[in-house]
């Protein structure tokens, strides 16, 4: 997350900022779209109550704030994606 206040501070013409927000367009293959990195991060921002994050990573002292909240705050989405692993595991082992 301090990552992303970093690179949501950048210049819009920056690369990193530029891959962050890139949407694919065109045709997709069949099936569930990939779920991108960004979501999980917005879904985790929900989880822990923050709204208008993209305004607050601009103060770094306020998201400096949230990325501590976040360090102590165990995701539902890494709960989640831990469990898969381990049941994963169970059902090669």
Known sequence: MAWLGHVMRMDDKRTCKIILEWKPVGTRI????RKRWIV????DMHIMGIRRWRKQCEERAEWNRITEK??????CNARKRRSKHVIHLLKIN
């Open 30 to 33: 069949r099936g569930r779209p």
């Open 40 to 43: 999980d991060i917005e879904e």
């Open 70 to 75: 976040a360090k102590l705050t165990v995701s």
